[in-house]
């Protein structure tokens, strides 16, 4: 998946998402890894190319309580067990190559676990099988390993219809918005590159967790910079659940301020931006 962001291409891609497969879902059952869970916050937004993917743990809030007592407001008001808790949190988005419908190969551009010399890069291609179960689930298996040594369920929110709209960040920022189904998600890149500790780590939470060690709350802080999450598109655009606990409720065009974007990808439908998103030609 950072074949292309480790080296500023960009992937050919060579077909879209079949028509079906184009919207919001969230994913019931993961299975994989000797280890199954069903109770992740997970949504997968899915335009015809674009998409976004956030996941969260279903008891993070409960965790942040436990460790700070109440749920932070900013980065900043976060104790150092606070931000352990934010680390153990998922988000990336890119675009999809189709083979038919059946198989996906992902290309990140914006991805939690990628930070160049401090986490380490994921040798594994980000490729798997798509196999519907009815209009509105579908089952993702890995293409490689028999039998598939990952199993994930997917399920439908919202509307179904192949209409889709994405928008990328104009500027040095990278950014994805992407709106399909009646939803929306969002993923922005860090602000700043994280200072290497001198050493990669396996995963973000390995990487906070060490640079808390060595007091370096700064790197752990700039590592957990990346923002994404989800909501509904329609009204207010108000944000529905995030990374960062404190952008809950907030809308969208205030979380994505600072950021230009241009559309990448519009499909079937009459799709406008979100209001006060800013969108340049």
Not at 103 to 109: E, I, S
Not at 125 to 136: H, Q, S, T, V
Not at 155 to 166: S, W
Request: with cysteine; charged share 25%; hydrophobic share 45%.
């Amino acid at each position: 998946p950072h074949h292309h962001l480790r080296r500023g291409t960009a992937p050919t891609l060579t077909k879209t998402a079949p028509a079906w497969a184009v919207g919001c879902w969230a994913r019931p059952l993961f299975s994989g890894g000797g280890a199954a869970t069903s109770d992740d916050r997970v949504r997968n937004v899915q335009g015809l190319t674009h998409f976004v993917d956030v996941r969260m743990p279903a008891g993070r809030d409960v965790a942040l309580r436990a460790v700070q007592g109440e749920l932070p407001t900013s980065l900043d008001d976060c104790s150092d067990d606070a931000l352990r808790v934010l680390a153990r949190q998922h988000a990336f988005g890119g675009m999809g190559d189709f083979e038919g419908e059946d198989v996906c190969a992902r290309h990140h551009v914006v991805d939690w676990q990628f930070a160049p010399g401090c986490i380490a890069p994921r040798a594994r291609p980000n490729k798997w099988r798509l196999r519907k179960e009815g209009p509105d689930e579908w089952v993702e298996e890995a293409f490689a390993g028999d039998p598939p040594y990952y199993y994930e369920l997917w399920r439908r929110v919202g509307r179904r219809g192949d209409e889709a709209l994405a928008l990328r960040a104009a500027g040095p920022r990278d950014a994805l918005i992407v709106i399909a189904g009646g939803r929306f998600a969002y993923v922005v890149a860090r602000a700043t590159a994280p200072q290497s500790l001198g050493e990669e780590h396996a995963s973000t939470a390995a990487y906070v967790d060490a640079a808390l060690a060595q007091q370096r709350r700064g790197d752990a802080e700039a590592m957990l910079g990346l923002e994404a999450g989800w909501g509904l598109a329609a009204g207010a655009w108000a944000v529905e659940a995030a990374l960062q606990p404190w952008r809950e409720g907030r809308v969208l065009s205030e979380v994505v301020s600072g950021v230009a974007f241009r559309v990448a990808e519009r499909g079937d439908g009459v799709l406008v931006p979100p209001p006060g998103v800013v969108v340049v030609d």
